[in-house]
């Protein structure tokens, strides 16, 4: 039995220029191209001019702190106009290089407003979000960033969350429940194990002995055809720490989870994307 595969034609990374540091952009950037050039997808990438900063900048009392110092100086908002059109077009420059690296048409579009709203919206159109993890990457922090999680709370297509330094790459792992999304997801990762037949990870929840068996039933019958030997386990508990000791175990580079119908608790899926430090997509 042949199965089709998760179509994902349009990649949209949001950059951010908290990343403060042209790598941590560039990481992230880097790994977004070759997942679309494995899938053979169109990537755009979009910058959020942050309206709040400016909003902050109309304020008499507001002031800058020079990074590294104690001192301080009064800016405004012709200042943070400065400051915008100069990080958008260190972006530009940066999703150029990219693009002539790789040979790949990477589009740049700029907007104004809340970023996790303007990054939502503009999700709407696409197959896949790219987002980084979180806004201290540089000091290998595993939390969570603000914007980060309200897009991750807010976002209505498939969510891939980055980690500075990480790349999409195999062994594979699915979480398997059996609903529409965690399919999709399984499809999607047959398309990243592509010919390595035996680096496909399925985990499936804590369950009954019967339930198990049907699940990894299924989960056959849709890799069969394509000659992949998918390794199972099933998780001692529901939990984050459960499912980080099982990539930890296989050594799986990257975590397909289903986001409709998690089965994990909201606490649980928050523990998990603060503790791994592997990319995790989210399909709805």
Not at 191 to 197: I, P, R, S, T
């Amino acid at each position: 039995m042949a199965i089709k595969t998760q179509n994902i034609h349009r990649i949209l990374v949001a950059l951010d220029p908290r990343f403060n540091t042209r790598e941590v952009n560039h990481s992230i950037l880097q790994a977004a191209t070759s997942l679309a050039l494995r899938l053979n997808a169109e990537l755009n990438t979009l910058f959020v001019e942050d309206i709040n900063l400016l909003h902050l900048a109309e304020l008499p009392f507001a002031r800058e702190v020079v990074y590294g110092t104690f001192s301080s100086r009064k800016f405004n908002v012709a200042d943070m106009e400065r400051s915008l059109n100069a990080q958008t077009a260190r972006l530009r420059k940066l999703v150029e290089t990219v693009a002539q690296q790789n040979q790949i048409k990477i589009a740049f579009d700029v907007m104004r407003g809340d970023i996790a709203r303007e990054v939502c919206s503009a999700s709407k159109n696409v197959d896949l979000l790219v987002v980084g993890k979180n806004t201290q990457t540089v000091r290998q922090s595993l939390k969570i960033g603000k914007i980060t999680k309200a897009i991750l709370s807010s976002v209505n297509c498939n969510l891939l969350l980055l980690q500075h330094g990480a790349i999409v790459e195999r062994p594979v792992a699915v979480f398997y429940t059996g609903s529409e999304a965690s399919q999709k997801a399984l499809q999607l990762a047959i398309q990243l194990v592509q010919q390595d037949h035996k680096n496909l990870i399925v985990v499936y929840s804590t369950c009954t002995d019967t339930q198990y068996k049907e699940l990894s039933q299924k989960v056959n019958i849709l890799t069969e055809s394509f000659a992949i030997e998918a390794r199972h386990i099933q998780l001692k508990s529901n939990t984050a720490d459960a499912m980080l000791d099982v990539m930890s175990m296989t050594g799986a580079r990257i975590l397909l989870l289903d986001s409709s119908k998690p089965a994990f608790s909201s606490e649980q899926v928050q523990a998990l994307v603060q503790q791994s430090n592997t990319p995790i997509i989210f399909i709805n």
